[in-house]
């Protein structure tokens, strides 16, 4: 296949249908939950290794000298809800978006969407930090489309249910009652919050066949507190610099022996941040909202499957970006005493076994304590342009 060359690009041949809200973005009004759980070392492990190393090893085996590792950081697991009010795009210097001439008193457009990301925290060879997300659900079909061909997150399309809710994405009606969010101070639910995704659904009575169907994967609970006393330990946690690269500063690749990070090119320096250096002896949601606010990036694995071959890849790369929350949010600590997590049985969005290291007996839900939450309304955050570290063309 030839190459191209000089980082020329063809034009994006735009179709029906395909994603409408160009990056980057603006998220605001959004009412957000972060529940935070003890993992399983083990399965946190095979997961980003699957995920990020085995690929990133692929590409690295042609480059002598150079490469690509990331570790768990921590064993602590945030499950980031956010019901968002309005997200739309925000054009950056020389962007364009479609003109809104033909619609007219109209001078903006934008999105209600809710989602339910997993967050893993993982390092480099180096110690610099990164968010890893292995399971993204999300109510609004554009933002999967957009997520999946522009970043390469994992999204999912999934619904979302309150209490006995029926499953849906859209905003409550009117009727003159005020709008409370799924998630946030004020979340609109007492007793479960529930997301329900793609997998499948096991037949009832003597049925041989299993639907793949909109089913329930996930579901937050208050006031069933789950048992605390099957969890690992919180797992050494290596420090990280205080002083996040440039935006331009990003280089396809650093040395394995760690004589430079994989993200700047340069040997990490030797300032440390005074919250980084006692992150350890923090509690699990302190922790989480230091590292939230440090403007740690995401990295994600962005492939296309071989037409031919599906088991294979026609394209892979690893992709960071960032997410940078406003300084003036209002995200923080409260107490998780009454909250628990309820995780199904799932053939495919194996929530259990790949963050818990558990294999739920069939049709059973097993249950995971939430060792800290943190909560914030009307969030505001801007979701930046991505980078690629490799392959660099």
């Avoid at 980003?48 to 950081?73: I, T």
């Avoid at 320096?269 to 949601?285: I, K, L, M, Y």
Wanted: hydrophobic residues 40%.
């Amino acid at each position: 296949m030839p190459s191209i060359r000089g980082g020329e690009l063809p034009e994006y041949a735009n179709r029906a249908g395909d994603p409408a809200f160009p990056p980057p973005y603006i998220v605001d009004n959004a009412g957000m939950d972060i529940f935070l759980c003890y993992g399983d070392p083990v399965a946190l492990k095979n997961v980003v290794d699957r995920a990020l190393n085995a690929p990133a090893d692929f590409y690295y085996r042609h480059h002598p000298g150079r490469g690509l590792r990331f570790e768990l950081a921590s064993t602590v697991v945030g499950f980031a809800c956010i019901d968002v009010g309005s997200m739309r795009s925000k054009p950056a210097p020389g962007q364009s978006v479609k003109p809104l001439d033909k619609l007219p008193g109209i001078t903006s457009v934008y999105a209600h969407q809710t989602e339910v990301a997993v967050m893993v925290q993982i390092q480099d060879q180096t110690g610099m930090p990164y968010w890893y997300l292995p399971y993204v659900l999300n109510g609004l079909p554009t933002a999967v489309t957009t997520g999946r061909e522009v970043y390469g997150y994992p999204k999912q399309h999934a619904e979302f249910a309150a209490d006995g809710e029926a499953p849906g994405n859209g905003k409550a009606p009117g009727n003159g009652v005020e709008y409370r969010p799924l998630f946030g101070p004020r979340r609109r639910w007492e007793h479960t919050a529930s997301v329900h995704a793609y997998d499948l659904k096991l037949p009832s009575g003597t049925a041989s066949e299993a639907e793949f169907a909109l089913t329930k994967v996930l579901e937050f609970r208050q006031g069933e507190a789950a048992g605390r006393t099957t969890y690992a330990t919180e797992a050494p946690r290596a420090a990280h610099p205080a002083v996040r690269p440039d935006d331009i500063d990003i280089f396809p690749g650093g040395r394995v022996e760690g004589a430079s990070s994989p993200v700047t090119g340069k040997a990490p320096p030797n300032r440390v941040s005074a919250v980084a250096a006692t992150v350890a002896s923090e509690d699990p949601d302190t922790a989480f909202l230091s590292r939230i606010r440090s403007d740690v990036p995401y990295v994600f694995l962005r492939q296309f499957r071989d037409p031919e071959r599906e088991a294979f890849a026609t394209y892979q790369s690893t992709v960071i970006g960032r997410l940078v929350p406003d300084s003036a949010d209002a995200l923080q600590a409260q107490s998780a005493e009454n909250f628990s997590l309820g995780l199904p049985w799932t053939f495919n969005l194996a929530f259990a076994r790949e963050l818990f290291g558990i294999e739920p007996d069939i049709g059973a839900v097993v249950t995971r304590p939430v060792v800290g939450l943190l909560s914030g309304e009307d969030a505001t955050f801007d979701v930046l342009r991505a980078m690629i570290l490799w392959p660099r063309r």
